[in-house]
């Protein structure tokens, strides 16, 4: 299955600042997957990136808040912007390899936003 | 709108004995089902999926899970229960309506934290 690196890991960011989370698959995917979870919580999609188009979001979450890159098939982006406390929560990212892989996602981003 | 459920939130068994962890779904067409295991402080692992076929299907670390299509359910299995797999459990289905092929979003159920004590 293809093999996903995400970064940071984990950060602590002052409120009102923003930070980017970088994907970097080892294969080729049409698309990329951002999903949310907040503590305690299961994980929610928030957007799917197609390479060389704008993202998709799901309700509730927009493109100034979450801007998403995606400038080719092995990369994507997240940034969370103006950071508030309730932006908490872990991000991961995901591809899909196809019905007989599967899905992988990256070990998380763990955000903290004081 | 396809959903998952997973009515407990949290599983309790002694090791050594089997382990149940439940899931029903609800979708239109077939399902595409997956159980994914997170242990603290890391990232999702995949653990099974069904596709198609057998209702049995084998995964990971010995688990393994049955599909019951007239009880739309797909509850994860393991006969004997180790202290290690204590972790969160997470079913999901594959949203079939999200774009076409095998490009369709994953929908997570709540998730179940599985306690397996010495």
């Known amino acids: 299955s293809a093999v996903i690196s995400q970064k940071p890991s984990r950060d602590i960011c002052q409120r009102g600042t923003s930070l980017t989370i970088q994907c970097q698959v080892d294969?080729?995917?049409?698309?990329m997957f951002w999903y949310r979870q907040q503590p305690g919580q299961s994980l929610t999609l928030i957007a799917t990136?197609?390479?060389?188009?704008?993202?998709?979001?799901e309700s509730g979450f927009v493109i100034d808040k979450f801007p998403i890159s995606r400038p080719n098939l092995t990369f994507s982006t997240l940034t969370v912007s103006n950071m508030s406390p309730e932006d908490s929560s872990i991000y991961l990212c995901?591809?899909?390899?196809?019905?007989?892989?599967?899905?992988?996602f990256g070990s998380g981003t763990r955000l903290t936003v004081v | 709108a396809q959903s998952v459920a997973q009515p407990e939130d949290q599983v309790n068994v002694a090791e050594g004995n089997p382990l149940t962890v439940k899931c029903t779904y609800s979708?239109?067409?077939?399902?595409?089902l997956f159980w994914y295991v997170q242990y603290p402080n890391r990232g999702l692992q995949f653990l099974l999926k069904?596709?198609?076929?057998?209702?049995l299907v084998k995964g990971s670390y010995g688990f393994e899970a049955e599909f019951n299509k007239s009880q739309t359910s797909f509850h994860l299995k393991k006969p004997s229960a180790l202290v290690s797999d204590s972790a969160l459990y997470f079913c999901?289905?594959?949203?079939?309506?999200?774009?076409?092929?095998?490009?369709?979003?994953?929908?997570f159920g709540q998730g179940t934290t599985l306690q397996v004590k010495p």
């Open positions: 294969s080729q995917v049409t698309m």
């Open positions: 979708v239109s067409g077939n399902p595409y």
């Open positions: 999901a289905v594959r949203d079939t309506l999200h774009g076409s092929g095998n490009t369709g979003k994953l929908i």
């Open positions: 995901s591809v899909d390899r196809g019905p007989n892989y599967g899905y992988t």
């Open positions: 069904y596709i198609t076929g057998d209702n």
């Open positions: 990136a197609n390479q060389g188009s704008e993202a998709t979001y």
